[in-house]
């Protein structure tokens, strides 16, 4: 984790909800710490005093990049969403989102509750124009480079022109901010050829052929999600929240089973040792803290919503690419597709 | 394998498309020598000349339990499925589904053209009365105890009514088949309290909890699936088809990244060896093939869809499960639960 440097030389500015995740404040505010620089500035929203206590026991260098606003609630992971956010006015998230609405911050990271952190950024922060829904974009860390998955969970009943705005959106962050080069774009089905799937699929599948600036690939299947078939896997949230969660359940047990079964005697376990080091780096390889979090595409500023057991290298990375975005002008060119995907 | 046992006394016969799979016909011949009995019949559908030779070459003491029905024509795994089924009734799995149909046989099994199997269990199978839709349940070998998971991909678009049918109709399979005692329900959804997913979702919600003999738990997450939380599992076939094919792939990704760190280097290539069993024994554990495939439930008579690389284990596996749930009368305790749900 090395300081932020900007390619451009903008300066830009995000705001951390310091208080949102199972680590915070400590591993939240080193996070910041790590990348803070003269062209990435943080604003931290929480307890004062407690933030304080994390920069001074850290020693950084960095703290002069680093902002502080008060919030004085916290929205805790077993809390009702969307009431909490209505309710705690002034909790770290809801103060966080603030700065980015009130033009104080380019974007927003929070590893707080994940449907506070969606509701919260919903209200506060203003829709792009002419977007019917925004969407939340999983980056998945797959051999060789990244592969997007959208909509993970922001919307649980869509409309083939929300998927095709997903598709948009998401290609867009693909190819500004991940650096994909042209991002070929799959939608979600139940077989490969363009008649398979459901009502849904089917329509949209149709609408994203015939979309200019789309590299669209065409349908993909579970099995593909994984496999780089394409950049851009593209589902509506109900299917892509039961998917993100799969894999991450699937690839979380194999793992325990292998550390078990190189476990189970003295022999494994001397070759459990042999093999560590390999299996570390492979683990290191498809490691989800690499890309930050999952990013709320179409709202103006871009949040990121991390998982609650994020440590500072997750939230390093939730900033880099967050700072990225503002200084690509991601929003600027999400608009601008948005327009020309509205009917003349 | 060893050749099927009845627990009742009972003698059946179930059909087997001899020509259908990867491996076909040989290992599926093998697969029905290695557990044809007294009390299990297999009726092979097919080539005769090949079936007879691939009997020959096995040397089986268990010839005289097998029957050869011939079958000029096979449908191959690049053949649209409805129109293969339509046009080619001559072959080895349209007659396979017809020894059920026409009472000869009890069950079906084919590793063939998935798709063209459903249709044809479909097309040739009447349905168990008063059933809205059969549903496909894939049994997975997850730690401990199997997890059914329903539907697979029979239903792209559902109704609650017809996710309710399929819980109880995976229920019975979980109890009188695998021997699961009380099997748990959970309904697949974005989040565990009862007001979260989509329309369809919560629907369905409290048409389960509302419905007498089913031991419903309540919404399960992606997470969930693999970790034995419920026994038997429910979704729509839209996101149990892409779930079913993201869990397999998975799972064989890490499998083979494991493989690969296991072999980058010769220290890790000791420490591989030196582990080697005890792996073998954790992927045996995970062994789809254990199970045999995915159970087609609700149309008069088992028809088992087998995946198209299936060994002789796999098929050994689905003659036992529809030999054994012939055994439990199942089709008719299927009718039986189906006629309660009737509304009076």
């Given at each position: 984790m090395t300081p932020y440097e900007s390619k451009t030389g903008a300066t830009t500015v995000i705001a951390l909800d310091?208080?949102?995740?199972?680590?915070a404040p400590d591993e939240i505010v080193l996070g910041a710490a790590a990348v803070a620089s003269p062209s990435l500035k943080v604003t931290l929203t929480g307890r004062r005093a407690e933030i304080e206590r994390c920069l001074a026991e850290a020693?950084?260098?960095?703290?002069?990049y680093l902002d502080i606003v008060e919030a004085p609630e916290v929205i805790s992971f077993n809390e009702d969403a969307v009431k909490a956010v209505r309710a705690k006015t002034n909790s770290s998230m809801v103060i966080a989102c603030r700065e980015v609405a009130e033009g104080r911050a380019d974007g927003v990271v929070s590893a707080g509750n994940t449907g506070a952190m969606l509701a919260a950024a919903m209200f506060n922060l203003k829709r792009i124009k002419g977007l019917k829904r925004p969407g939340l974009c999983a980056v998945l860390p797959t051999p060789g480079k990244p592969t997007l998955f959208i909509?993970?969970?922001?919307?649980s009943e869509v409309r083939p022109i929300h998927l095709l705005e997903f598709a948009h959106m998401a290609s867009i962050f693909a190819q500004d901010?991940?650096?994909?080069?042209n991002p070929s774009v799959g939608l979600v089905s139940?077989?490969?050829?363009?008649?398979?799937?459901?009502d849904l699929v089917l329509e949209t599948h149709g609408l994203m052929a015939d979309s200019p600036h789309l590299n669209f690939y065409g349908n993909v299947e579970g099995?593909?999600?994984?496999?780089?078939?394409?950049?851009v896997v593209v589902t509506d949230g109900f299917t892509g929240n039961v998917c993100l969660k799969l894999m991450e359940s699937t690839s979380s047990l194999i793992v325990e089973e292998v550390k078990k079964a190189a476990n189970s005697s003295l022999k494994a376990r001397i070759g459990g040792l042999l093999v560590k080091k390999e299996l570390m780096e492979f683990k290191k390889s498809i490691d989800t803290e690499e890309f930050g979090g999952a990013y709320l595409l179409g709202v103006r500023g871009l949040a990121v919503v991390c998982h609650g057991n994020s440590s500072r290298k997750a939230i390093a990375s939730a900033l880099k690419y967050a700072a990225r975005a503002a200084e690509q002008k991601l929003i600027g060119k999400l608009e601008e597709r948005i327009k020309e995907l509205q009917p003349v």
């Open positions: 310091a208080m949102g995740g199972d680590y020693g950084s260098s960095s703290a002069k909509d993970v969970g922001a919307n901010v991940l650096e994909v080069t139940i077989g490969e050829e363009s008649i398979k799937g459901n099995r593909d999600i994984l496999r780089n078939v394409v950049d």
